[in-house]
């Protein structure tokens, strides 16, 4: 038994290469997939995530994983190539890995904007790029998360929106570079979602809270399995008429 329990099974035998399924959305997305009978690869750099996830999956799909920092590029390059050669091929490919920070002007600096992109679109570039000649022609999917901080001002958050506005960026243009193999590139921007990253993000001295709680959504925080849903939705055959999207999964915060 698993949460998922009556949810259609669209993913029987798919080979499915995660990042950040460690963690939150990443690992309510491997227990998403393999319960529509996905065999899931994880990615995450922890590892101690990645064994609890591996509990967590019920299957009937299966759970495998390898401990990668996404930003080392000689380490993502062996990871996809493990997990091609294990899996016996991709055919999707989410990268969910990322990480959050705030900036506030005065303070930004040089490294913040470089760790946040490293992260952010560095590694799910080098796996898009990786990934790529193992998806097959006409089914393989790529499901890139950016966030509503794209496109939605959120104070202090620069950056960091910055950097998943790359992401969408990227992602779009990707998609037409593909499109003609068939392959869909879809991005999923969450708005705010109950997991480790929200919960550890610290608001300056003297930021106006009122701000954001004129930011909050009509439908409240998502769990991390609202937001796995969307992204097996992107990734799904259900969604095969679907590319260079973005999804805006955030509760109606943007109205
Ligand atoms: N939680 C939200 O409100 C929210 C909103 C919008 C977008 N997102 C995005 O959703 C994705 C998942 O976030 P989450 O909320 O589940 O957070 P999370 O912190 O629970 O999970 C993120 C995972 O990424 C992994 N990770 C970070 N840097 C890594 C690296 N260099 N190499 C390998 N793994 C790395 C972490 O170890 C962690 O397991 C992120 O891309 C995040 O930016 C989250």
Do not use: W
Request: glycine share 10%; with cysteine.
């Amino acid at each position: 038994m698993n949460r998922f329990d009556g949810a259609p099974s669209r993913f029987g035998n798919h080979k499915v290469l995660l990042t950040g399924a460690a963690s939150g959305i990443g690992r309510a997305t491997a227990i998403r997939l393999a319960a529509e009978g996905a065999h899931v690869f994880g990615v995450d750099r922890a590892e101690e995530g990645l064994k609890e996830t591996a509990a967590a999956v019920a299957g009937p799909g299966t759970f495998t994983f390898r401990t990668t920092d996404v930003t080392d590029e000689p380490a993502v390059i062996e990871t996809v190539r493990e997990a091609a050669a294990e899996l016996g091929g991709i055919d999707v490919l989410a990268n969910v890995a990322g990480m959050h920070r705030t900036t506030p002007i005065a303070t930004l600096s040089v490294e913040d904007l470089q760790e946040l992109f490293s992260v952010n679109l560095v590694g799910t570039a080098l796996f898009c790029r990786e990934a790529l000649p193992h998806l097959p022609d006409r089914s393989g999917v790529i499901v890139n998360v950016s966030s509503l901080s794209a496109t939605q001002g959120n104070p202090f958050m620069s950056a960091y929106a910055a950097s998943k506005a790359a992401v969408l960026g990227f992602s779009v243009t990707l998609a037409a570079e593909v499109s003609g193999r068939g392959i869909r590139v879809v991005t999923v921007s969450p708005g705010s979602t109950d997991t480790p990253l929200v919960r550890s993000v610290a608001f300056p001295e003297g930021a106006d809270a009122g701000y954001y709680a004129r930011l909050l959504a009509p439908l409240g925080v998502a769990t991390p399995e609202q937001i796995a849903g969307t992204i097996a939705y992107a990734a799904s055959a259900d969604a095969g008429y679907l590319t260079g999207a973005d999804i805006r999964v955030d509760g109606g915060a943007h109205m």
